[in-house]
Every structure is written in structure tokens, then in C-alpha cells.
């Protein structure tokens, strides 16, 4: 037989694990259990959509068939279980990480990236995080709960130490969050001299890892997130930023897409192509 | 002021707590802790819905009108603690009991019913549950956990004894499940037979429970479920199996319904209806 | 029973009517009469996506849980009667008012903001109205009648005269229209001087109604609306003036969302939204 | 230029007026006056569908092709103004009657059949009327106004007489309006005995007028309609019932299809079939 | 790494391809759909949706867990090239067959049937083919094309014989399909007695392929094709035919589930239902 | 009859063919779409949506129904086939040119914009066209076929020559399509400058073409085309670069419109909207 089975990998993200340079793998983690998924089937669905991507960025001239990519598919996840399902994803990174492969993460809800981050922080030494995000998951816990999507960023800071956060497009929040962030020193804005900023407290040798909620884009670009929050950005926006983060990125995901209430496909399509720009910014 | 605010009751619903023969009272209990809900706002979709309804039914020829029934609004639950909310709803139903109402329970999502069957039990002794439902819900446990959907059913026979309780439109199940169903015996059908051999294990003066899980209908009917499974019952065959039941029913619920994927509304319409039907049929 | 039935009230709107400064109510009126609603259910629905709202407000540093704050319900209207309907909205604004609250008015469609402007006029002798909305809805008459959404703002400047209506954010009208607008001098737009100059013309003790209309926003950030006008603004354009408005707000009203065409819901979460601010703004 | 424009006509429509013997023609009438409509662009989205249609009926071994259409596209009605077009309606009716053709009208909401009963009950004296419908629209007045889609039935018995009025697939009324068909036994089923009998009541020279509300069907099989009411029929019963129909056919209309709310466009896909078996049962 | 990628392959479809009796390949072809598109991506729609159903067939009393079972991916085929595509699909089929496998096809629309059937022909020498559908697919040519979905079935008519096709639930088709269906007299009916006689047809050594368009299905029950046509059957008449289908199937397929028009996701699940009971009854 | 039927026009289109300057024209041909289909019924229901439109326009104070213009309905073309589509349009366009008529397209898939241009040169000599479209389109030829949507502007070029393109909102694109953009110095951007700029290479005699791909909008605002692609445009920023526009504009059209996926409607709505506003500032 000639022609060889086409497994759902991301576009162009076809290389064999051993010769690529960066491995896409998803995290299929949400906590609801019905047929009804939130972010649970959100990789696949960024892999569907995927072929309708051009390789090509006009915004930075690179071309995905530049790089060796493999799509490891989607890791097999202890259904059901919060801790045992953490310990997985930080087990897996840390392999990741010691294959050398610069990684994309695709959630699965927000909560994937703490043991992600532990994982680096743990090979690394040092490790700062920048956050887009619509919540800035700073609660210090959430209905009795450590690990959820809404404490996940103070479970982070609580890794990789208070000065080594920073956040863009935080929207709602308790005062408490508020009043944390204020003494953090952590939020920055979608502005050229904040991002300026920003990076003046970002070392050339800094390792940096990204992580993007759907939801810091505004609902009218990306309904199909599990709390869509007015007031956020758009594209444009976006990529203005990543443009100027020229920053040594060891590792990045992007999470909180949800494909049931993305119905016109705009949300998911979005994804997709700030996966391909960020891992030609990052990762080229 | 002539006129008064209206809350959003149940159509005809519209007595004191006092004065009513009847209760409606939403459970908005379900698993997930988004924005993009579950089973958790069918309650206030239905009562929404019902403003459409008719009060009289021609199946019955009876009309709501002439019951005094009340619309107690939802039951504050403390959301995200399973077990809390199962107290919660205990003592509840208890207290309804002890005021002598006639109850109907809006899910959310199963687990509901047992905390309810926990308070009926205690109280009345003797107890027979008939269950509408697309899932038998008899695991031990699912994903490690006692108290979910999936188990629900399971711990109520723990609680009425494997005698006593009565299946109804059953579709998947593992084959345990369905070895353990033979075993009770429990499993009957939508035709005049069944039935009439199912009102032959009841005694006039059993007490008896009902629980209707929507996925009980055909996804055609009822597509605003949270687990859609082909090959379920419609409108006429529920009607028509409703009518055999001169039972002495206690109490029954409603369960399951989500909103969020019932886009063109026919199914929380057809929830409306059943309850109609269910009031007029068993509380008149 | 320890725990209270939840009505459906907007979030922390949970005092009584006496000790509230500010009342909640919806005015459910729409001219539709089928089970398919148009902007009747908009009151219930932006109370149940209010919980997913934080009380919280980073924009004016204010919190929801420092008012006290009830919600009225749905006021019961005769269903089908325009002229009785205006009466009955006239008599409970003007009992609200009397009893000294600040009310925020849901909609409905934008007749209700007719008999509550009558209302405040009478009562407090000098209104200025600044509208939010697509359409100025200054038309003499609509389909032969005076009384409809398209007609509402001529009806309320008869009432208030012509130097008192300010307008934001009209796209679409008829060259008559655009013409009584240049004559009254009334349209203003979303910028700084042009809001400086609207609060040039309003002095520190003129009584200020506000009316919103949903459409102002642009059709990608509240698809849910009864007429979708490209060209409007989005919230940070909104925020951005509600802040520059340091004026005596007696009172104000949302109007004209539809909840059925927004699927995505994003349009209900956005309204949620804007109440909040505008509370914080002008109740506080 | 060789090629014509295409109207958007029903398929194969597309005779001229004089030289057809059927002609099909829209009336967009409905009560709501936003953009977001009822029935009023049910026409239109008929005709786009029907270009799916096969022309050949194989339950009745007949084609299309065989009978000269037009399509006479819809007509221009007073927008708002409902006596009015009742009377605009009555003289359409008239002046096809008078040119001897045999009509298909297309809904527009459920009143429109007032005024075409009136026309055909003048010219012919004698009218009988079949009505499939989900209710019995027997209401003697609904909100106040004696013209509506509740009432509508009532008004044709007054035009044609008690004896004259069938209905079929009634589930939803009030007490009264059941009584009331009790008295008319208007009633009949949708069984091989129940359409005998109904058939025994109708003379070989009678003239016959169908009306055919959508909601007759299950909500699973028309969604797309303003009142959906569970328990209707499908295509099967319907079309087993059209068979059965041997009697003069003068003729009939689709009413109350609502295309906004038939996203799979299933429910509209069904009218244009129910169209074409018609057209060829009773026209041919 | 202990845990191993899961790539999104149908339940329990986790063998290798040397130790499966049953492959499942997914065949993305879509490119002559008329009316609504994209049965391309259903393939991995049904692998996503069938993480939710039961391994266990109550119907059949066995479970997908006894068998062995590889998912092959999606066949990359040449997109755009009709021609080419058929070559690589029958090359690909060869070679299964060849490998002793028992294969799950799924599709894509209807076209990919014929170079399916051409394999299994050239390999086996005699082959019946019982097709599942609402169209017959029996035009000579369509649009000027010999390769289409309408055309299908003709086209594999003239490789396996007149007497070797069985149609089932066939709906709509010119006046010349129908009369071509008479002259084969292939059409039969989902009634006992039908299938009875079909099966008198069918010797116990013949091979038999089976392909099911999921128009077969009332829209009610699978609105999600790319042309709903009224009149067809449930999953019940459905799993009726099966279980009395004792004949030797050599390979089947489903096709023209179109997932975009699937926002219930009822009919993907109705799919995966079909393709559990199919393996079970004929692969087991 | 008084009443005369209303074939579905575009708002005011409703002169005759002869009396009028404005000819509004539906090309419904997309055979060739990739990811989503169906901009064959866009141009219905343009002109469905069309009569919620106010025929005023507020930014260039100029009225519809000051100009004569007629609705020629769509042009029946021979389906499925594309060169024969194509020959049937230039032939069209070429007698509407030679009638004197000033033309609004509207498509179908952008392919239609070929044969229309071929028209255009053919007769005028000199032609520079306007590209407004997320796509350059410029491909020498997608998947072995010359005439698609994806080689379009490459074909046009070759009719105009290289110097009379300007593109106008261009976001993906292969690396060789941007290498010949910059070639052909084509890109220019949403500012005022960049317009500046493309207009001094315009002179006032020369005749311009206008196309517009409705993808040149955000997907926010234009969900409902076959590939949206964030980072693009809103109404604002279109009426801005029209209203700079003083060209000798000889035609234009408006291509992609994807009904099917506008649930919103949204699109369809500005679509209406942005073709006023070109009648309003190329045609009066």
C-alpha cells in the first residue's frame, strides 16, 4: 500500500518523535464527565482545524515547513483523577524536557499547567511565567478545592516564587485578587510600554515559559471558551505582543477552548493560528 | 402598587408554601463549575417555558388550575461539596414530608434522587422506586467515586432493597450492569404487558417513587440531554404507560435536562409537559 | 429547613425590599406572542448568567457586596395591552421612586422607557435622558401606531423637551430622523471631547435617566439583539464613558435583549456586565 | 443573453400565470416587526429549499414535471396593518379563484387562512375545512383582538358553519375549546377508521380547503416552528392519511413555519416535501 | 514514560494491525457533495464521540472488548482528484482484504463505496451488496459525471450484476430510478416479511458487503446529512434488520454523516451507535 | 388585483430593467468551495435581509431610493459545470456593460469575479481592480485546476496586467504568493496613508473594478464566510477607505457570503449594509 494512514496531527506536524525538534501534544483534561465536553476534546479539534492553516506567517516571514514537528497525539489521562492525572502531566514533561524537544501543550482546562510548570521549574532551576489570561486563577482555593482552574496560578507562584509572574489581560477578579496582583506587581497590558516594561524584568538567559487561556481574547473573537469575559483582545493585539517577546521560551500551551460553544468555528480557527505563530516565533 | 413582581414560578405555581397541596423545587445540582452549566439551570428553564404550557391536559382531561400548588424556587445548595449538598437535599425533602406536600423535584443532575429516596425511606418505611431513565446507573463506583450519576441508582437500592425498585427504557449499561438487572429481575418495558406485570409487584398502598432522567426519550425528543442515546421512548409511549400507574406515588423528579444543548427548546418543552402530565396523573 | 429557596435573583441581590437602597426589576415586555421570544425573557436570563459574574469591579475599584441590593422580579404586565401595559410600568416606577429607591430596569424592548421617564418627569420636575442605542427611535409614528420601539424617543422628548435627550451611538435612520437630530443637536459620540462636551450641557443637579439599549454595542460583541447594526461600539468603549459620567443618575434602564438569538450567550454575559458597572458608577 | 434570471420559484414553478393551472403564492404575514422574524420569510426559504426536491413522488407515482405551476411569488401586504391585509388577502384569493386556478398558499402565520376561507366560501357557497394542526386555534378572543392565530378557527366556523370543520393532530387547548370540539365533534385521529369516518361526513361534490399548520408534526420532526408541542405526527402518518383523502380539493395552504429557529433546516425540507405530495394528490 | 499517547482512535480500536481481526479506516472523501458538505471530517468525529459509548450491546449481548481491533487513521488520499482517489481506496481495500482483515469503512460520501466494492468483487468473485439509504444513487450520470454520490450505486451495479443489489429504506429518486429499481426489483422494506425474502435471496456462502448512508434515518433522528429527507426510519426498525441479517458480511461501510450540520451531535452518536451493533453482529 | 406579488429584490430594487441606472444581479455559482460551502444562496439572502436595512445612509447622507435600480434576480447557471458558469457570466456582464448599466455582483464563490472582469476589459480597454479579501487568491493553480477561488486573482491578473491590482486586507497566503505580492508592490493597508498612496496610482479617468470577499472582515463580525481568518477588519474601517474611494468605479461585487454558517445572521446583515454604502458612494 502506497498511501499511509493520516493520523489527526496538527499540519505539517507529521516528523517522526526522534527527529523533531518540537513535539505538539494534547492534554485532554476537564473535570466534567458527560458526553458534553468542555476543553476535553479541544486538540482534536485544533488538529481538524488545522488544515485549513496556511504554513506561512505573514506577520513574522517564517514557514512551519521549516521545522521538524511531530504531533504526539493526545496523552492517555487517569480519567477522573486530579491528583494522579497532575502527576502524569508533570511526569511527561519532565521526559519532554529531557529529550530536549521545545514542547506545545494544548489543553484540556487551565489546571495542566501547574504540573507542566513544576516539571520545569524542577529541570530548570529558574523559571519565569507570562500569562494571558482573561482570570488571573489566584484564588487560594476554590469550593475546598487546591487544584482547580481558578487557583492554578497561585499554585504556580507558589513553585516558581512571587517576582517570577507576569500577567496580560486579566479582566474580572475578587478585590483579594486584585489587591494580591497589586502587591505582586504582576499585570501588564497589551500596550507597547507596558510590554517595554515588562521585558526589562526579563533577563536575555531567563527561562520562560507561556501560557494562553482562550479566554484573554474578547467573546466576539472567541465565544467558544468556558467563560467568555467582555473587554478583552483581539488578534491584532496579540500578535503586536508576541512580536516584541523576544525572550528565551523553553515551553508554552494554550487551554480553556471549548469546542461545543465554539459553533461558527471562529474560536477554534483562532487557536490554531496563534499556535503557528507562536511556535514560529519561539521555536524557529 | 396593584401589581405584584412575579417570580419566576412554574405556570399556575402561584400559592403560599401554606396553602398548597403541591411544591415544585428546583435542585440545581450539577458537576461542573463553569459558566456553560449543565443540568444545574434547567429549573429555571422550565418554569421559563412553562409560561407556554396549557394548564389543562387532554390526555387526563384534569386541569392544573384545580390544585393549589406553590413554586418554592430553588434550594440554595453548597455548590461543589457532593457531600453537603446530599445533606442538604435530605433534610429538605424531609421537612417537605413532615409538612405533608406533594412534591416535584427539578434536577439537576441524577445523583439528586438519592438523598431524596434517603428522606422518603426514612420517613414512610416502605419504599418502591420506578425509573424513567436511557442508563441503568448501577455501577459500584465510577472514576473511584460513590456518588455520581453513573452510581446513583446503585446506592438507592442500597437504601430501598433489591426489591423494590423498577426500570424503565434502559439502553446502555455494561454488561455487568445488565447482569446485575437480570438478576433484580428490575428491567421492563414500554408495552401494556410490562407494565401490567410491573402494577402486579406493587401493592395499593406501596409507597412509590418516581425518577425520570430525560434521556429516557429518543435524542430526536429530547436532544437537551447531557448523554444522548438512540433508540429511547417518545411522547405518546410515556403518556400512555403514565396513565397505567395507579400507584400511590409519594414523590417524583425530573432530572438531567440540559439546557445549554436543547438550542431549539423542544426538549425543556417537552419536560414541561411531562410534568403536567405527572402532576395531574399522581397529585390531583 | 436551614437553607433558603434561591429565587433567581441577580447576583447579591438578595435583601429585603425595605432595607435596599437599589431595586432590580424586570419588565418583561415584548410585542411578540409565540413561544419564541423576543426580549421578554432577557430579565431572567441576565439573572441566572449574573452568577458567573464576579461582584467585583476592576475598572472603579468598587464592590457589588457593599450595596444593598434587591431584586423586585419580573413585574406582571397585561400581556397584549400596549396602552394598559405603559400605565401599570408608569405606576410602579412611580411608587419606586417615592419609596426612594434607585432602580435598574430590565427590559423588555424599549417602550418600557417611556412611562418610567413619564414617571421620574413628574415626579422630579426636570429630566435629561441620555440614550445608548443603534436607532434614535425618534420616528412620529411606526406602522401607524405611537407607541412602539421605534417611536419611544419622540414620544419621551414630548415628555421632557428637546434640549434634554442626549444620544450615543446611533447608526441607522431614516434621513428625517438624522435631520430632527441635527436640528436638536442631540448626537454625540464615543470620545472624550465629545462626552466632555455632552457634560458641558448637563449641570451638577440635573436628575439624569439613562437608557441602554442593547444593539449600541456592535453586532460582534451582542448578536443577540432584536436588530444587529454593524458599526457599534464595544465595551471598553462603554466603560470608558460611563466613567467620565459624574452626573446624578436618578435612574436606568437595559433594554432589547434577546436572549434566543444569542447562542453563544455572549450578549447576555455582556449586559450582566454593564449592569454591574453602571451600579457601581451611579448607585454607589 | 441566452440565460434568463432566475426568479427564486418553488421548483418547477416557472410557467407563465396565464398558461398554469396551479399556482403558488406567499403571503409573509406575521405579527412580530424586528428583523428576527416568524413565519414571514417562510416562503422564501421554501422555495430555496425545494430546489433539493426531487420532483417525482414515489409514494404517489406522480411528477412534478406533469402539471403546469407558476409561482407567483409573494404578495405585497400592508406591513402592520392586519385588518387590512385580511382584506388584501380576500381579493388575492378571489381574483385566482375567478381565473380558475388552483392554489398553494404559502404562510405567514396562521390567520392568513381567514381571509382565503372568506373568498372561497363566497364564490363556491359551499366550503369544508380539513385543519391539521398541533391546536385547535378555537379561542373565542385572545389579548383582546378576535384576529389571531389562537382564534382563527373560530372565525371560519362562523364563516362556513359548525358542520363543516375537521381537525386533525389537536394536542395542546383549553378546557373549553376541548368542549367546544366536543360539541362540533370536530375531532378526528390519525387512523385508517378515524379517516374513513371523517370521509363518510364529506359528499363526492363538496368543496374542501386543507390547511396544514407545521406544528401538526412532533417537535422532533419540525422544530422550526413557534409553538412546538410534543406528541405529533411524522411524515409517515401524514403522507398515509394525504392518500387517503379522495375528495375535491379546491385549495390549501402551509402555515406557521419558522425558519430562524429550523438550524438543520429539517423542518422547512419537510414542508417543501408535504408541498410537492399535495400538489400532486390533489392537483394532478 | 509510562503513559502513552492516545491517539484518537474509536473505542476499544487500541490493537496493533497485526494482531486485529477488525480494521477501522476512516476515508476523508468529499469533494461532489451537492447540497451541504463535509462528511470529510466525520471520521474523526465518530472516534471523538465514541469515547462515550458503552463497549457492551444489550441488544446483541456481546461486547468490542472480546474482539480485536485496530483504527487504521484516515487514508491520505489525493484531495481534489475523484479519479485518483478511487484508484488509492481500491489499492487500499486490496491489500486489507488480502491481509485477511475485516474492515469498518468510514467515510466520506457515498462515492468511496465504488472502488470499495470493485476490491471485493476482483478478489472475491461473487459479491451482494444490501445498501442502508434514502436515495437509491442509481442515475446514469450526474451533472455530466460517472463518479458521484447520485451515481454510485449504478456504477457498482455494473460491476457486481442486477441481481446482486438489495435496497432498503429508499425514499426519494426520479421517475427513471424508480422504474429501474422495479425492473431489478432490488427495493425491499424495513418488515419482517421483507427481510424475510431478501434473505431468501442471500445463500448461506455468499459474500456480502453492506453500506449504510445515514440518510437512511429519519432527519429527526440524524439531521446531521448532508440531504434530510423525511420518511425514514429509527435506530430501532435499524438494529430489527440487523440482528435478523445472518448472512456472511465480508466488509461494510458508513457514509455521509455530515458533522457540521450535527450541532446536537445526536446523529455522530447515532453512528458510532450502528458501527458497535455491526461489528458485534458481524465481525464477532 | 391591486397588489402586485413581491419577488424577493434588494431593498428599493424594484424598477424595471430598462428604467433603471443600478442593476443588482445574483451569481449563485460554488462548486468549487474547500472548507464550507454555500455561497449559492447568499445573493436571497442578501435581498431577504435587505429589508430590515434603512435605505438611508448617516455617513454619506445620501438615500436608496434616490436612485433607480432593478433586481434581476439570480442568473441560472450550468450547474457543475465551471466552464460553461464562466462563459454564461462574462456574457452576461457583457450585455448589462452594453445596456449602460452600472452593476452590484453578487456572489457565489469568488470565481465568479473572472469572467466579470474578462467583461469588463474586453470592452473598456483599460481596467485596474480593488481587492478587498483576507485571501490574495493569487495561486497559479489549487489542486490541478486553474479556475478557483484560490487562483482567481492570478487568472485577473493575467487579463489587467501585474500593475492594475491593489489588495486590500490580505492576511494568510503561501510564502510565494507574499514573495509576488511584493513583486508587484500590490498590498496596501486599512490607513489613511496607504489609501493616499494606492490613489495616486490611480487616475481619475482610469476604470476601477471593486471586489470584495466578505473575509476581508474579522470573523467577529463575519463569521458566517467559508474560511474566516482572524486579524481582519470591521465596518469602520471599511466605510472609512470607501468614503476616500473618488474613482471612476465601473462595477463591483460582493463574494463568499456563507449563509449557512451566519446563525448570528450578523453577516448577512452587514453585507446588506456595506453594498448600500457602495451603491450609495459608486453610483449616484
Known sequence: ??????????????????????????????????FRPG??????????????????SPYLERDLESIAI??????????????????????TASKLIN??????????????????????KKKLGNLKVIQFDAHCDLRENYLGDKFTHATVMRRIIE???????????????????FEYMKKLASLYYFSKDSITKLLSNIKEDDNVYL??????????????VGTPEAGGIDFSQFID????????????????LAPDYDI???STALATKIIREMILKFYY
Do not use: C, W
Not at 39 to 56: G, K
Open 241 to 256: 505582543v508576541i512580536k516584541m517577546l523576544d525572550v528565551n521560551v523553553v515551553g508554552f500551551d494554550i487551554v480553556e
Open 70 to 91: 511531530t504531533d504526539y497525539g493526545d496523552l492517555e489521562l487517569p480519567f477522573g483523577n486530579v491528583m494522579k492525572t497532575i502527576e502524569v502531566i508533570e511526569e
Open 39 to 56: 476543553s476535553r476534546f479541544a486538540p482534536n479539534q485544533i488538529r481538524t482545524i488545522s488544515y485549513n492553516l496556511e504554513t506561512y
Open 264 to 266: 461558527s468555528k471562529i
Open 159 to 177: 513553585e516558581i516564587g512571587e517576582k517570577n509572574i507576569f500577567q496580560l489581560g486579566i479582566r474580572p477578579g475578587t478585590k483579594e485578587e
Open 1 to 34: 500500500m502506497n498511501y499511509h494512514p493520516q493520523y489527526n496531527n496538527f499540519i505539517t506536524a507529521d516528523r517522526s518523535y526522534k527527529e523533531s525538534e518540537v513535539v505538539i501534544i494534547g492534554l485532554p483534561f476537564d473535570s466534567t464527565s458527560s
Open 211 to 224: 501560557t494562553v487561556d482562550m479566554d484573554v481574547f474578547d467573546p466576539s473573537n472567541a465565544p467558544g
Open 99 to 120: 529529550d530536549d524537544k521545545k514542547v506545545v501543550y494544548l489543553g484540556g482546562e487551565h489546571t495542566i499547567t501547574y504540573p507542566i510548570i513544576k516539571a520545569y
